[in-house]
């Protein structure tokens, strides 16, 4: 039977993937219900990545019809660097100190729900300044991998204000392709974590589970989802939650 806690942890982890499917910001809700169990803040940050990556490829596939034509992104690139990114985020994770890490949650919840907030008038303002080539391309998802490997919360508003950088405006597309980088991100980052650390497995297996399932209903019904007021909702836990670790450190 389940208890509370497993509860909490698939409605958290159904309503993550919906989320990520449509705006990003999904691990605002799954990395405080792991911490929730009382395990570490690292196994917890570590347990959510695993948990939340295959939602990127089930969105993805419903998705699959958008992304057909683009032209706006080399692919190849942004994939490689992507999964490089991630594994050497997740590495530097690993030699992170557990104190550390917890003194680091407050302000890394604040930077991403900034980033979320104002990720997209930051691309257009640097769009107006800036060309990138394939090789600045490949930097900035090189960089956005390694905040992917390394906590990942805002990961996919990063994404998609990088997107916007590149000349992109087609949503549906571009949370198509989203999907893609992010669940590249974090599979390297899976990788590695399963090599080099331990994982809370049954907090993952139903997470995973119900996170794949809320991909999909996710991103099949994006459309249909006022696209303002998932983000609102998302800033308000990220607010939410930025000031609840500065008051009570993990």
């Not at 497993?6 to 449509?22: E, H, Y």
């Not at 900034?114 to 060309?131: D, P, S, T």
Request: charged share 10%; with cysteine.
């Amino acid at each position: 039977m389940l208890s509370s806690v497993d509860i909490l942890l698939i409605v958290s982890a159904f309503l993550a993937g919906a989320i990520n499917s449509v705006a990003g910001g999904g691990t605002f809700l799954t990395f405080p219900a792991l911490l929730a169990t009382g395990i570490s803040p690292i196994m917890a940050n570590v347990t959510s990545s695993v948990a939340v990556f295959p939602g990127s490829f089930s969105s993805a596939y419903a998705y699959r019809n958008d992304f057909k034509n683009n032209t706006e992104i080399y692919m190849p690139a942004a994939i490689l660097a992507s999964l490089i990114g991630g594994w050497l985020g997740a590495t530097v994770l690993m030699h992170t100190p557990q104190k550390t890490f917890s003194e680091l949650i407050p302000w890394l919840i604040l930077g991403a729900t900034l980033l979320f907030a104002y990720g997209k008038k930051g691309g257009e303002k640097l769009r107006n300044h800036f060309k990138l080539g394939k090789i600045g391309t490949a930097i900035l998802f090189l960089l956005i991998g390694f905040y992917g490997g390394y906590f990942g919360a805002g990961i996919g508003i990063l994404t998609l204000a990088v997107m916007g950088l590149l000349g992109m405006s087609d949503i549906n597309k571009m949370n198509g392709l989203k999907t893609i980088l992010t669940g590249v991100m974090n599979l390297a980052a899976v990788i590695n974590f399963l090599c080099n650390t331990q994982v809370y497995w049954h907090g993952m297996i139903i997470m995973t589970i119900s996170c794949i399932i809320g991909g999909y209903v996710g991103a099949a019904t994006a459309r249909k989802v006022p696209q303002k007021v998932v983000k609102a909702t998302v800033i308000l836990i990220g607010v939410a939650l930025t000031v609840y670790f500065f008051a009570f450190p993990a």
